[in-house]
């Protein structure tokens, strides 16, 4: 991959929302090809995730375990088909493989587990213990003298698992700067709105008051997301938050938004229309 | 010969050793739960506050964070009580520690009714069950000094999970410090011909007693410390029965899911169709109390264990 910092900004917005709809295709086909998995989490969390993947994380896919790679956690787990496409799609094992998700034998399990596949540091699948371990990344990265930064992606649902807010307390405790938390934040988990399911707002005083510090960003317009995550990595003494309002099932117009498509896997129909859509073939 | 009375508790003895092994090795760390000063943990945090965690009364969080720290091949130790590290943290330890199988070690204080005088909620009476089902976990439980100490060297240098049970009291010593053991090993601190008296931490001193008494009565109990509960010593315990033909499992644990459950089912699968009878909890919550008082009300006493192997030793004629 060419180094990203030496193409223009135009050049690197225009080149990662090329990949985010090939992550979006690969979201909507593995979940197809497996009847099973998460839709809408992924795609909501697609934008995000390209640009860390294909610009910002200092990784390399040929020495996959290398001491000062950046981590990254995906603590809402159920996402993993967004993780294990931007994987593919990097470079870290072959793009056909993502076909096998949850299937017996497979390294694409259900949930992500860390050992099975390349670039994949930590397990998740139950919330709020993903973001846990980031934080002991972040505590290993210091003591071992290491710069790099970890990544770790919430769920706005995830938020009302308690775990979560000992972890941010303990993070503030160390002044993990060297972590940042994207939240996911499109309103929607299992059973409904998430803001009536257990309403969290404010998210960002919440975050505040734990003293961290708080970004926000649209999480579809890859200038934003580009924006908002270099300043987040920068060292301030805090551990960063940064809200990413995003829209689940994002880029599939019959997905966006829409509670059944949190676990819900696409006909052959709907995975053609999906497919076009996210080509711009169709209207 | 009785046995002399214990210098530290368990807790204690396994943290002192992991003091003195901190001083050549800088590669570890310590997690703790804000009950440092409890399991001792502040003592190894006093000498090495950079590598020492205190992260509040969190533990689910605290072993999400030690599965972090142990990401990269790191070896964490997470001290605190029994009852909270295997029930409010289980899951953390099920599907991050023990799936990915990282080197976390954890360091379970307050085991069965040793914490007699806090209460049920600080007794661990199914933390064996909890830990021993888990895969890829090693479990160990010392009943002393010697064999604590020697649990830390354990812990540190077997790869994976290790969970390790230890005790509120000092109670008494049982090995010569330079006694040594081994993950899957066990040892017999007393020999006997007539009945089998498979045992773990406390109640090995328990059963060391217990075959006393049935030593003045004519009987001889073998008493056999089974320190590593998972794996487990097998060729011992076919070894001793090949003797004594009778089999008593004392443990301070639900009598359910624990070593007595392990060893009937062992003896079900191997034909081995000898007396058995299992001293524990009987499905039943203990209560506050002292200690030696609570392990007599409840049959974990030296008398009960006695007073149960001579009916197992008439069983068998």
């Known amino acids: 991959m060419t180094n990203p910092s030496a193409r223009s900004p135009e050049e690197r917005v225009a080149f990662l929302e090329a990949k985010a709809r090939d992550v979006r295709r690969a979201i909507v086909e593995m979940v197809h090809s497996a009847q099973s998995g998460h839709c809408g989490g992924s795609l909501s969390a697609a934008d995000f995730v390209t640009a860390l993947y294909f610009d910002l994380m200092d990784i390399d896919p040929a020495e996959p375990r290398k001491p000062d790679r950046d981590r990254f956690v995906l603590s809402k787990g159920h996402a993993c088909p967004v993780w294990y496409a931007a994987l593919a799609l990097r470079g870290y094992f072959p793009v056909e493989e993502l076909s096998t998700l949850r299937r017996n034998d497979s390294r694409l399990q259900g949930h992500p587990v860390a050992t099975y596949l390349p670039g994949v540091d930590a397990t998740s699948g139950s919330l709020g213990l993903g973001f846990g371990q980031a934080l002991g990344m972040a505590l290993d990265a210091r003591l071992s003298g290491r710069t790099n930064t970890v990544w770790a992606v919430l769920g706005d649902g995830e938020l009302d698992e308690g775990v979560v807010w000992e972890t941010a307390a303990q993070a503030a405790k160390y002044r993990l700067d060297n972590l940042v938390a994207i939240v996911d934040r499109n309103n929607l988990q299992n059973d409904g709105r998430a803001d009536d399911i257990l309403p969290m707002e404010p998210i960002d005083r919440k975050f505040e008051s734990f003293n961290w510090r708080v970004l926000e960003m649209d999480g579809h317009d890859m200038r934003q997301v580009l924006a908002t995550l270099e300043k987040a990595r920068e060292r301030t003494g805090k551990p960063t938050c940064v809200i990413a309002r995003t829209v689940k099932g994002k880029g599939v117009s019959f997905m966006e938004d829409k509670r059944e498509w949190h676990g819900k896997p696409p006909s052959d129909e709907e995975r053609r229309r999906a497919c076009e859509e996210i080509e711009g073939r169709t209207e | ?317």
């Open chain 2, 1 to 317: 010969m009785s046995l002399p009375p214990a210098k530290a508790p368990t807790r204690r003895a396994i943290m002192d050793r992991l003091v003195e092994a901190a001083r050549e090795d800088r590669s570890f760390v310590v997690l703790d739960s804000d009950i440092g000063y409890s399991t001792y943990s502040y003592l190894f945090g006093d000498a090495y506050p950079d590598r020492y965690f205190n992260l509040g009364i969190a533990e689910l969080g605290t072993m999400a964070a030690a599965a972090g720290l142990a990401a990269d091949g790191r070896t964490v130790f997470v001290c605190g009580y029994g009852v909270f590290l295997t029930m409010r943290a289980l899951e953390a330890v099920r599907s991050f520690v023990c799936y990915p199988r990282l080197n976390v070690k954890i360091f379970s204080s307050h085991a069965g009714v040793t914490a007699a005088i806090d209460g049920v909620t600080h007794q661990a009476t199914e933390d064996l069950a909890f830990m021993a089902t888990l895969p890829n976990m090693t479990v160990l439980a010392p009943c002393d000094s010697a064999s604590a100490r020697a649990a830390f060297d354990l812990a540190r240098n077997t790869p994976g999970p290790v969970f390790v049970r230890l005790m509120r009291d000092p109670l008494k010593e049982v090995y010569a410090p330079e006694t040594t053991f081994r993950v899957g090993g066990s040892h017999t601190p007393r020999r006997g011909d007539d009945v089998t008296i498979a045992c773990l931490g406390d109640m090995v001193i328990q059963a060391v007693e217990a075959a006393e008494l049935l030593a003045a009565e004519g009987i001889s109990a073998e008493v056999l410390d089974l320190y590593s509960l998972k794996p487990w010593d097998e060729a011992a315990l076919a070894k001793s029965l090949d003797r004594t033909g009778a089999l008593l499992v004392a443990e301070n644990h639900q009598r359910r899911n624990g070593l007595g459950y392990e060893l009937a089912a062992w003896c079900m699968r191997n034909g081995r169709s000898v007396p058995f009878a299992q001293l524990g909890l009987a499905d039943t919550f203990a209560e506050s109390g002292a200690y030696a008082k609570t392990l007599e009300k409840f049959g974990l006493d030296a008398a009960a264990i006695a007073r149960t192997a001579r009916d197992l030793v008439a069983r068998k004629n």
